[in-house]
T-cell receptor
Framework: AQSVTQLGSHVSVSEGALVLLRCNYS??????LFWYVQYPNQGLQLLLK??????LVKGINGFEAEFKKSETSFHLTKPSAHMSDAAEYFC??????????FGTGTRLTIIP | DTEVTQTPKHLVMGMTNKKSLKCEQH?????MYWYKQKAKKPPELMFV???????INESVPSRFSPECPNSSLLNLHLHALQPEDSALYLC????????????????FGPGTRLTVL
Protein backbone atom coordinates (compact mmCIF):
# COMPACT_ATOMS: atom_id res chain seq x y z
CA ALA A 1 0.00 0.00 0.00
CA GLN A 2 1.12 3.52 -0.68
CA SER A 3 1.65 6.26 1.90
CA VAL A 4 2.44 9.98 2.03
CA THR A 5 4.44 11.94 4.56
CA GLN A 6 4.28 15.71 4.76
CA LEU A 7 7.09 17.12 6.84
CA GLY A 8 5.96 20.02 8.94
CA SER A 9 2.34 20.41 9.94
CA HIS A 10 2.84 24.18 10.07
CA VAL A 11 5.06 26.33 7.87
CA SER A 12 5.40 30.09 8.18
CA VAL A 13 7.08 32.27 5.57
CA SER A 14 7.34 36.00 5.05
CA GLU A 15 5.47 37.62 2.20
CA GLY A 16 7.73 37.57 -0.86
CA ALA A 17 9.85 34.69 0.44
CA LEU A 18 10.23 31.23 -1.05
CA VAL A 19 7.56 28.69 -0.18
CA LEU A 20 8.72 25.07 0.20
CA LEU A 21 6.30 22.39 1.35
CA ARG A 22 7.73 18.90 1.61
CA CYS A 23 6.10 15.65 0.55
CA ASN A 24 7.59 12.17 0.47
CA TYR A 25 5.73 9.13 -0.72
CA SER A 26 6.05 5.38 -0.50
CA UNK A 27 4.88 3.20 -3.37
CA UNK A 28 6.00 -0.05 -4.91
CA UNK A 29 4.62 0.90 -8.32
CA UNK A 30 4.74 4.15 -10.31
CA UNK A 31 2.52 6.66 -8.56
CA UNK A 32 0.35 9.54 -9.60
CA LEU A 33 1.07 12.49 -7.31
CA PHE A 34 -1.09 15.50 -6.50
CA TRP A 35 -1.06 18.70 -4.49
CA TYR A 36 -4.38 20.11 -3.33
CA VAL A 37 -5.02 23.39 -1.52
CA GLN A 38 -7.87 24.00 0.90
CA TYR A 39 -8.86 27.49 1.97
CA PRO A 40 -10.86 27.87 5.20
CA ASN A 41 -14.37 26.40 4.99
CA GLN A 42 -13.90 25.36 1.38
CA GLY A 43 -13.33 22.18 -0.59
CA LEU A 44 -10.06 20.95 -2.06
CA GLN A 45 -8.72 22.63 -5.18
CA LEU A 46 -6.24 20.85 -7.41
CA LEU A 47 -2.97 22.79 -7.58
CA LEU A 48 -1.00 20.44 -9.82
CA LYS A 49 -0.39 16.79 -10.60
CA UNK A 50 2.28 14.43 -11.86
CA UNK A 51 1.26 11.37 -13.83
CA UNK A 52 3.98 10.61 -16.40
CA UNK A 53 6.47 12.55 -18.50
CA UNK A 54 8.12 15.78 -17.41
CA UNK A 55 9.12 15.61 -13.77
CA LEU A 56 8.78 19.35 -13.16
CA VAL A 57 5.12 20.24 -13.19
CA LYS A 58 3.65 23.69 -13.06
CA GLY A 59 0.34 24.42 -11.44
CA ILE A 60 -1.96 27.27 -10.72
CA ASN A 61 -1.13 30.40 -8.72
CA GLY A 62 2.59 30.17 -9.51
CA PHE A 63 3.19 26.85 -7.75
CA GLU A 64 5.32 24.05 -9.12
CA ALA A 65 6.55 20.67 -7.94
CA GLU A 66 9.27 18.29 -9.00
CA PHE A 67 8.93 14.51 -8.98
CA LYS A 68 12.20 12.95 -7.80
CA LYS A 69 11.95 9.19 -8.01
CA SER A 70 15.34 8.59 -6.40
CA GLU A 71 14.30 10.62 -3.37
CA THR A 72 10.62 9.53 -3.47
CA SER A 73 9.73 13.18 -3.11
CA PHE A 74 7.27 15.63 -4.65
CA HIS A 75 7.98 18.94 -2.91
CA LEU A 76 5.85 22.00 -3.68
CA THR A 77 7.49 25.38 -4.24
CA LYS A 78 6.59 28.94 -5.09
CA PRO A 79 9.29 31.60 -5.57
CA SER A 80 7.46 34.43 -3.84
CA ALA A 81 4.75 33.98 -1.22
CA HIS A 82 1.60 36.07 -1.32
CA MET A 83 -0.83 36.66 1.51
CA SER A 84 -3.51 34.83 -0.48
CA ASP A 85 -1.41 31.63 -0.33
CA ALA A 86 -2.31 31.11 3.33
CA ALA A 87 -4.19 27.81 3.40
CA GLU A 88 -3.92 24.09 4.13
CA TYR A 89 -1.99 22.07 1.56
CA PHE A 90 -2.40 18.34 1.03
CA CYS A 91 -0.09 16.06 -0.89
CA UNK A 92 -1.74 12.90 -2.21
CA UNK A 93 -0.70 9.74 -4.04
CA UNK A 94 -2.61 7.19 -6.02
CA UNK A 95 -1.59 3.94 -7.65
CA UNK A 96 -3.60 1.62 -9.84
CA UNK A 97 -6.45 -0.16 -8.06
CA UNK A 98 -5.85 1.78 -4.86
CA UNK A 99 -7.68 4.74 -3.39
CA UNK A 100 -6.26 8.24 -3.23
CA UNK A 101 -4.08 8.55 -0.13
CA PHE A 102 -3.60 11.95 1.47
CA GLY A 103 -0.84 13.26 3.66
CA THR A 104 -1.74 14.84 6.98
CA GLY A 105 -1.55 18.34 5.54
CA THR A 106 0.61 21.43 6.01
CA ARG A 107 -0.85 24.70 7.18
CA LEU A 108 0.91 27.59 5.45
CA THR A 109 0.95 30.94 7.21
CA ILE A 110 2.21 34.08 5.47
CA ILE A 111 3.81 36.74 7.63
CA PRO A 112 3.23 40.30 6.38
CA ASP B 1 -15.15 23.37 -16.59
CA THR B 2 -14.03 21.37 -13.56
CA GLU B 3 -16.89 22.22 -11.24
CA VAL B 4 -18.51 19.96 -8.72
CA THR B 5 -21.44 21.50 -6.86
CA GLN B 6 -22.80 20.50 -3.47
CA THR B 7 -25.94 21.46 -1.62
CA PRO B 8 -26.65 22.53 0.99
CA LYS B 9 -23.57 24.48 2.05
CA HIS B 10 -24.48 24.13 5.73
CA LEU B 11 -26.78 21.68 7.48
CA VAL B 12 -27.80 21.42 11.13
CA MET B 13 -29.79 18.37 12.13
CA GLY B 14 -30.93 16.55 15.21
CA MET B 15 -30.12 12.95 15.93
CA THR B 16 -33.61 11.82 14.91
CA ASN B 17 -33.77 13.74 11.65
CA LYS B 18 -33.48 12.43 8.11
CA LYS B 19 -31.68 14.64 5.65
CA SER B 20 -29.83 14.33 2.34
CA LEU B 21 -26.71 15.85 0.83
CA LYS B 22 -26.57 16.39 -2.89
CA CYS B 23 -23.64 16.48 -5.30
CA GLU B 24 -23.67 17.23 -9.03
CA GLN B 25 -21.08 17.30 -11.80
CA HIS B 26 -21.35 17.85 -15.53
CA UNK B 27 -17.84 16.90 -16.58
CA UNK B 28 -18.86 13.49 -17.91
CA UNK B 29 -17.03 11.77 -15.07
CA UNK B 30 -18.19 8.24 -14.33
CA UNK B 31 -16.64 7.90 -10.86
CA MET B 32 -17.98 9.82 -7.88
CA TYR B 33 -16.85 9.84 -4.28
CA TRP B 34 -17.97 10.85 -0.80
CA TYR B 35 -15.39 11.92 1.76
CA LYS B 36 -15.68 12.97 5.39
CA GLN B 37 -13.26 15.56 6.74
CA LYS B 38 -12.85 16.42 10.40
CA ALA B 39 -11.14 19.64 11.46
CA LYS B 40 -7.39 19.76 10.84
CA LYS B 41 -7.43 16.28 9.21
CA PRO B 42 -7.21 15.05 5.65
CA PRO B 43 -10.35 13.79 3.91
CA GLU B 44 -11.35 10.18 4.64
CA LEU B 45 -12.92 8.15 1.87
CA MET B 46 -16.44 6.87 2.57
CA PHE B 47 -17.90 5.62 -0.72
CA VAL B 48 -16.98 5.27 -4.38
CA UNK B 49 -19.42 4.90 -7.26
CA UNK B 50 -18.19 3.76 -10.65
CA UNK B 51 -20.66 3.79 -13.56
CA UNK B 52 -23.46 4.42 -11.06
CA UNK B 53 -22.65 1.27 -9.11
CA UNK B 54 -21.26 1.24 -5.59
CA UNK B 55 -17.71 -0.07 -5.88
CA ILE B 56 -16.21 0.85 -2.51
CA ASN B 57 -17.77 1.18 0.95
CA GLU B 58 -15.09 1.94 3.51
CA SER B 59 -17.03 0.22 6.33
CA VAL B 60 -19.22 3.25 6.82
CA PRO B 61 -22.08 2.93 9.37
CA SER B 62 -25.49 2.24 7.86
CA ARG B 63 -26.82 5.59 9.10
CA PHE B 64 -25.07 6.93 5.97
CA SER B 65 -26.73 5.71 2.79
CA PRO B 66 -25.35 6.72 -0.61
CA GLU B 67 -27.30 6.83 -3.83
CA CYS B 68 -26.27 7.51 -7.42
CA PRO B 69 -29.45 8.13 -9.45
CA ASN B 70 -27.56 8.93 -12.66
CA SER B 71 -24.07 9.66 -13.91
CA SER B 72 -24.22 13.32 -12.86
CA LEU B 73 -25.78 13.06 -9.41
CA LEU B 74 -24.68 11.63 -6.10
CA ASN B 75 -26.68 11.76 -2.90
CA LEU B 76 -25.85 10.93 0.69
CA HIS B 77 -28.87 10.13 2.84
CA LEU B 78 -28.45 10.71 6.56
CA HIS B 79 -30.50 9.16 9.35
CA ALA B 80 -30.06 8.88 13.10
CA LEU B 81 -26.65 10.52 13.06
CA GLN B 82 -24.49 11.05 16.11
CA PRO B 83 -22.78 14.28 17.20
CA GLU B 84 -19.42 12.76 16.23
CA ASP B 85 -20.65 12.67 12.63
CA SER B 86 -20.37 16.46 12.52
CA ALA B 87 -17.83 17.23 9.82
CA LEU B 88 -17.28 18.65 6.36
CA TYR B 89 -18.63 16.24 3.75
CA LEU B 90 -16.89 16.47 0.42
CA CYS B 91 -17.96 15.08 -2.92
CA UNK B 92 -15.49 14.43 -5.72
CA UNK B 93 -15.56 13.07 -9.24
CA UNK B 94 -13.07 11.67 -11.72
CA UNK B 95 -12.84 9.93 -15.05
CA UNK B 96 -12.71 6.17 -15.16
CA UNK B 97 -9.75 5.22 -17.31
CA UNK B 98 -9.86 2.42 -19.87
CA UNK B 99 -7.79 0.35 -17.47
CA UNK B 100 -10.68 0.58 -15.03
CA UNK B 101 -8.58 2.72 -12.78
CA UNK B 102 -10.81 5.08 -10.89
CA UNK B 103 -8.12 7.07 -9.18
CA UNK B 104 -7.47 9.52 -11.95
CA UNK B 105 -7.50 13.17 -10.99
CA UNK B 106 -10.29 13.83 -8.54
CA UNK B 107 -12.10 17.18 -8.56
CA PHE B 108 -13.73 18.22 -5.32
CA GLY B 109 -16.82 20.20 -4.52
CA PRO B 110 -16.97 22.93 -1.86
CA GLY B 111 -18.42 20.61 0.73
CA THR B 112 -21.37 20.56 3.11
CA ARG B 113 -20.65 21.56 6.68
CA LEU B 114 -22.79 19.22 8.79
CA THR B 115 -23.56 19.80 12.46
CA VAL B 116 -25.42 17.11 14.41
CA LEU B 117 -27.00 18.28 17.65
Amino acid sequence: AQSVTQLGSHVSVSEGALVLLRCNYSSSVPPYLFWYVQYPNQGLQLLLKYTTGATLVKGINGFEAEFKKSETSFHLTKPSAHMSDAAEYFCAVSVINEKLTFGTGTRLTIIP
Amino acid sequence: DTEVTQTPKHLVMGMTNKKSLKCEQHMGHRAMYWYKQKAKKPPELMFVYSYEKLSINESVPSRFSPECPNSSLLNLHLHALQPEDSALYLCASSQVLTSGRETDTQYFGPGTRLTVL
